[in-house]
């Protein structure tokens, strides 16, 4: 079966899981799988002190779940750390965090802006702001969505995906217009739908808005990922998982 073929509704099982996403068992297996793509390895949680430049126009991207210097997060992230802590090693690139948000440069950040960045990550109470930052703007909203439609852990994890990738913004490719897109297609759990035939029309709608843009134009954390797990029928997210980004291959007991 080709990769963005529809899903058999023979795969189907029932929709209403026995944990949803923000069970800390699945919530672990969420971030497993995004820093799998995020970052090729399991291991989110040795990923708060990553930062680099990836070339995608949202400046520096950095932290568990991509904070960027770019789109205004990574600034929401350290206004909240140095609220929390006035005085980190952060603090003082704030007003140039305020002026570089909304675009790519690195203007008053470079050259010591990475090596605060990892100097921080050390921080309990940095790690503790991303996390917090990480479920008000990403996890939270995106469970909180998917329940309302209606979808089980796998439809969680699909929006969560999503919002950490595109985020919420009012563009074409953005996690509001992924959404709209696959409810002009099918109907959600929620409004009397089949629950893969949505999930497909949802993966469908987020592989168009990756392909328009081209640092995210490789769809495997969708096509070799999230699909598989549709195909099988794992509406839950349930271990063992196996799945492929970008050509390396991983596996959850």
Not at 6 to 27: F, I, M, N, Q, R
Not at 83 to 110: C, I, S, T, W
Not at 178 to 204: H, M, N, T
Not at 218 to 237: E, H, K, M, P, Y
């Amino acid at each position: 079966m080709p990769l963005n073929s529809p899903v058999s509704k023979e795969c189907k099982v029932p929709a209403t899981p026995s944990t949803g996403l923000d069970d800390p068992a699945k919530k672990d297996i969420a971030m497993r799988l995004v820093s799998s793509a995020e970052n090729s390895t399991l291991d989110w949680t040795a990923q708060y002190g990553y930062i680099e430049d990836i070339g995608d126009g949202r400046g520096y991207t950095a932290g568990i779940i991509g904070f960027c210097s770019g789109t205004g997060d990574m600034l929401d992230l350290v206004e909240l750390y140095t609220q929390r802590k006035p005085d980190n090693v952060l603090a003082g690139y704030l007003p140039a965090l305020r002026e570089v948000d909304g675009g790519d440069a690195h203007d008053g950040l470079d050259p010591g802006f990475q090596d605060a960045w990892k100097t921080a990550a050390r921080d309990p109470d940095f790690q503790r702001a991303q996390n917090d930052e990480r479920d008000r703007v990403y996890f939270d909203p995106a469970v909180s969505r998917a329940m309302s439609d209606g979808l089980g852990t796998l439809g969680q994890f699909a929006y969560y995906d999503a919002l950490v990738m595109h985020g919420d913004g009012g563009d074409s490719t953005s996690f509001g217009s992924i959404r709209r897109r696959a409810l002009a297609q099918a109907k959600p759990p929620a409004q009397g739908g089949d629950e893969v035939a949505y999930l497909d029309a949802f993966l469908d709608a987020r592989v168009w808005a990756m392909e328009q843009e081209e640092a995210h134009s490789d769809t495997s954390r969708v096509d070799t990922a999230q699909r598989v797990f549709l195909r099988n029928g794992n509406l839950n997210l349930d271990p063992p998982l196996d799945w492929q980004v970008y050509g390396d291959g991983f596996h959850i007991d």
